[in-house]
């Protein structure tokens, strides 16, 4: 089983025309690549989940912003700026909730408008490519680090921790190592044995089955000691003593540390209140909106209901007509959540203060002047 380390979740391609992703709705069973170079194609793989996780989204949405930028056949500053516009906002509608793909998006045209005076659209253009591979490099390292402050708290608890996480926030999820599972790959970079020193329980995260499919193939292909359980049984292994930490990813964090993150995780969050479990959020400040006070504001993706009904069964398994519930994410009230693990560190209660203290601003809209 190949090292998902070893995959590279999106990139440009070599010729630098098309944005390569891994296709991870076929994982773990099949590793193939996508490549694109059509809006339409973007946005799908996108939406469906192709390309997927709150920062590899980021860094596809910047990719794909410059690809169809290069695209545009004009000389005239103007008339580029007008068709970016329409293409970022276009790419933008393919999923509302992780703020990383708007975050990204606004970032590269930021670069256009803020840059464009005494540039030719030539010039523009690799300049854009430049931001997309920049933001793609910032990843990497914003996740390494997220990692390394994880894995003070799983020093402090010891080797032969037991670590729980909802979804998928690995490797996949980012331009690498991930962020709720970066602790486990930086651990074994400081030796820690795969199967001895760290256990990881897997939600197998309905209806899409990130859990089961990607996180559990992550860790089970880093040879980490790997289990599934079905999301309903997160409270039986939590109550069993055998969970010290909890990690999850996340979308969206409001200023006052409510989040959003897979369907589930306030589940997670409430039975790890009861049994006295750390729970832990695992953050880039990218993702942190502090244009959102409460986590009342954030939008909340709805998705198909043969998602729920039909996928993954042999046979439709529930009777037609019946109405269907599919929200993809939902919303952690901060009082839940132990403390969210970014690049700059760890932020704690009251987490507005704890943001601004990192130096974490409201996202900037197109202009930063
Ligand atoms: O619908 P998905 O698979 O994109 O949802 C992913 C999650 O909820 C992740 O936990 C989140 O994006 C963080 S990824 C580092």
């Excluded at 995959?7 to 992703?21: K, Q």
């Excluded at 979804?167 to 331009?175: M, R």
């Excluded at 309903?232 to 990813?249: D, E, H, L, P, Q």
Aim: with cysteine.
């Amino acid at each position: 089983m190949e090292n998902a380390l070893n995959l590279d979740t999106v990139v440009l391609s070599e010729n630098g025309e098309a944005v390569v992703i891994l296709d991870q709705t076929l994982l773990p069973g099949k590793t193939e690549y996508l490549t694109l170079d059509k809006a339409e194609d973007i946005w799908e793989a996108i939406y469906k989940l192709r390309v997927r996780g709150a920062p590899a989204i980021g860094v596809a949405g910047a990719y794909g912003y410059y690809v169809l930028a290069r695209q545009f056949d004009t000389e005239n500053m103007e008339e580029f700026v007008a068709k970016c516009t329409k293409m970022m906002e276009y790419l933008n509608s393919s999923r509302p909730t992780a703020v990383n793909l708007s975050w990204a998006l606004n970032r590269m045209h930021a670069v256009l408008l803020n840059e464009k005076d005494g540039k030719t659209v030539a010039e523009m253009k690799e300049r854009l490519k430049k931001e997309a591979n920049d933001i793609r490099e910032e990843d990497i390292q914003i996740s390494r680090s997220i990692g390394a402050y994880g894995f003070e708290l799983l020093e402090k608890l010891g080797r032969g921790v037991g670590i729980m996480t909802h979804c998928n926030a690995g490797t996949l999820a980012t331009a690498k190592y991930g962020t709720a599972l970066a602790p486990v790959y930086i651990a074994l970079e400081h030796g820690w044995d795969p199967k001895e020193d760290l256990h990881v329980y897997c939600d197998e995260t309905r209806p899409l089955l990130q859990g089961a499919r990607l996180s559990a193939y992550e860790m089970q292909a880093a040879g980490v000691d790997t289990y599934v359980q079905c999301d309903n049984m997160a409270s039986y292994t939590m109550k069993s003593g055998r969970i010290g930490i909890i990690f999850v990813g996340c979308d969206r964090v409001a200023a006052n540390g409510d989040f959003a993150n897979k369907i589930g995780t306030s589940g997670v969050a409430i039975i790890a209140k009861h049994y006295g479990i750390p729970f832990y959020v695992c953050a880039p400040s990218s993702t942190i909106d502090m244009t959102m006070e409460t986590g009342e504001e954030i939008h909340i993706e709805q998705r198909k209901p043969e998602e729920v009904t039909e996928m993954w069964y042999k046979e439709r398994m529930a009777p037609e007509g019946v109405g269907v519930v599919n929200p993809a994410f939902d919303v952690t009230d901060h009082s839940l959540v132990t403390g969210i693990i970014t690049e700059k560190g760890i932020a704690y209660e009251p987490f507005k203060e704890s943001f601004e203290k990192m130096g974490i601003k409201p996202v900037t809209k197109y202009v930063d002047k």
